[in-house]
């Protein structure tokens, strides 16, 4: 007899290490970086100041940040012989799998690929985070067969991604929304893919491989995934008088609704009010597009059919629609969460291997024990 009473599937609730960057209430929906709160950073904050303070687990100064984003800028573009292999790569691959790729083609071209002191993590971590940027752009861009698109310097790493990506300078606005989604994304604890970051560094592993296996735990529908799969479900449902009965079916036959949901919040993810207040100003300039009415349908039928489970909206329901209105196609929804999540995981790679132990977890071991080996001819 087995039992698999004391199993934590999922690692539900189990603490594995500690950490100063990234603090969630779940049950009231609270989420900090720092002691600081989300809305907080996402208001006063840019992305290259969020990376710099998770990096070093405090609020840099005007020089630390100056000298950060120069850094950064000074970085942003990628090897030559990375930009052949992202031209080579196939037609209509998704570009987490060339993204996965190219991650670890980077380290090939790297010489200080294979070391492992702090020092070099964080070298490699700011290279990381800069070129991630330039790698996705030019991954959009040699899978449309347009030419790809050299960084500039005068932008902002946001504005720098928008301009990379489409060829065209957006506008501060644009660029300000786009910074705004990429502070909101960029740490969130011991998520799935930080956690894979960690088990891979755990073994001591070099940095490029932490980030390539963070990329692949990402890249699922349970996971970043989300935000390209809420969009498929947005134009399956196609208008916004359908909504509720889609959902009403959906949740009448189990089924999953995506966007929805979370092992730690059973509350709304305050981000997902932040991302719905900027989609509702665009709305309100703009005109509600479809994808928002049908957003807004969702929530309140998902809110009052699910509510009481724990089930609300996530980072992931309302960010494509802010990523659509800024012209993004929406298998480039996930890369963007990854170009935001790159920062949280080189930090919570560092922080882990300062007081490292390999992870290794265990299974309640339910097969045979018994077993006898029967020869292959004997078998029936
Ligand atoms: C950036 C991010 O990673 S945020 C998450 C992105 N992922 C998604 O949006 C995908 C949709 N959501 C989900 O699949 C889940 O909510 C997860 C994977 C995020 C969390 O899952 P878990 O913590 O394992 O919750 P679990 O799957 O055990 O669900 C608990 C209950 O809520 C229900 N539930 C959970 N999520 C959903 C959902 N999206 N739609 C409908 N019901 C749901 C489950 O059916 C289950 O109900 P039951 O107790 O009656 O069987
Ligand atoms: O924390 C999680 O499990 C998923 C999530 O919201 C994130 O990674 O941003």
Not at 155 to 180: C, S, V
Not at 240 to 249: L, T
Not at 279 to 288: D, F, I, P, Q, S
Not at 326 to 332: N, S, T
């Amino acid at each position: 007899m087995t039992n698999t009473a004391n199993v934590a599937k999922g690692l539900e609730g189990v603490l594995f290490t500690e950490s100063k960057l990234t603090f969630i209430n779940g049950t009231e929906g609270i989420l900090t970086h720092l002691g600081i709160p989300i809305q907080e950073w996402a208001e006063h904050s840019t992305f290259e100041e969020l990376s710099l303070a998770l990096l070093d687990g405090k609020l840099p100064t005007a020089a630390e940040l100056a000298a950060f984003d120069a850094e950064l800028k000074a970085n942003r573009a990628v090897p030559q012989a990375l930009l052949d292999v992202i031209a080579a790569m196939p037609r209509g691959v998704h570009p987490m799998q060339a993204l996965r790729t190219a991650v670890s083609y980077l380290g090939l071209l790297d010489p200080q690929a294979e070391e492992t002191s702090e020092d070099a993590r964080r070298a490699i971590s700011i290279r990381m985070i800069a070129q991630f940027s330039t790698i996705i752009a030019a991954v959009n861009r040699a899978q449309e067969g347009q030419d790809i698109v050299a960084p500039r310097m005068d932008l902002t790493h946001a504005g720098n991604f928008l301009y990379m990506l489409t060829g065209k300078e957006p506008t501060e606005e644009q660029a300000r929304l786009f910074d705004i989604a990429l502070v909101l994304h960029a740490d969130h604890g011991m998520n799935a893919s930080t956690f894979t970051a960690i088990a891979t560094a755990s073994t001591l592993s070099d940095m490029y491989s932490c980030i390539t296996s963070a990329v692949g735990a990402l890249k699922g529908p349970l996971h970043g995934g989300a935000n390209e799969a809420v969009m498929d479900m947005l134009d399956e449902v196609g208008t916004p008088e359908k909504a509720e009965a889609y959902i009403s079916g959906k949740l009448d036959r189990k089924e999953k609704i995506m966007g929805v949901g979370h092992r730690v919040y059973k509350y709304f993810d305050p981000r997902s009010r932040v991302l719905r207040d900027y989609a509702e100003l665009v709305a309100n300039k703009e005109g509600k597009s479809t994808y928002y009415q049908i957003l807004e349908t969702i929530e309140k039928t998902v809110v009052d059919r699910i509510g009481s489970k724990g089930i609300y909206p996530n980072v992931d329901f309302y960010s494509g629609t802010v990523y659509s209105d800024l012209g993004i196609r929406k298998e480039y929804f996930t890369p963007i969460f990854a170009l935001a999540r790159i920062s949280g995981w080189c930090a919570s790679v560092i922080e882990y291997t300062r007081d490292n132990r390999l992870l290794r977890p265990d299974a309640v071991y339910t097969g045979e024990r018994d077993g006898k080996y029967v020869p292959l001819q004997d078998r029936q």
